[in-house]
């Protein structure tokens, strides 16, 4: 069975994307700890970040860098945090946080329901400022 990352990334279920390409999808947590948290994952459905081909991996953190960038220029956090955790699907993917307070690293923190309004919102302030590429 697909995993639920696979199932939005086919349309299968719906997603805020804020980004796209061969290789992975950036889409907004429907969780967030901070408005505009986004998870970079790939299309391929690999469980364990450790086995993640190199070249993958590469590519999972440059588009990660990208919407960390894009971050803080629509949301102004301070920082970007990075977290790969992969408890609450078998599916490696890649939280990238505006990050105001170290806090904001901590799932415990995270919202649990956020209206698709809003997420909407975020998606489109948050595309504004990534390149066309994606």
Known sequence: MPSVFSMIINR???GHFVWEDDHCAAILSINPIQTGHALVVPRAEIDHWLDVPPELAAHLMVVSQVVGTAQ???FG???VGLVIAGHEVPHTHLHVIPMFE???L???NARASVPPEE???AAERLRSHLPSGG
Do not use: V, Y
């Open 12 to 14: 299968d279920l719906p």
């Open 72 to 74: 803080m220029a629509a």
């Open 77 to 79: 956090p301070p920082r």
């Open 102 to 104: 170290i806090g904001d």
């Open 106 to 108: 901590s799932f415990a």
């Open 119 to 121: 997420l909407a919102r």
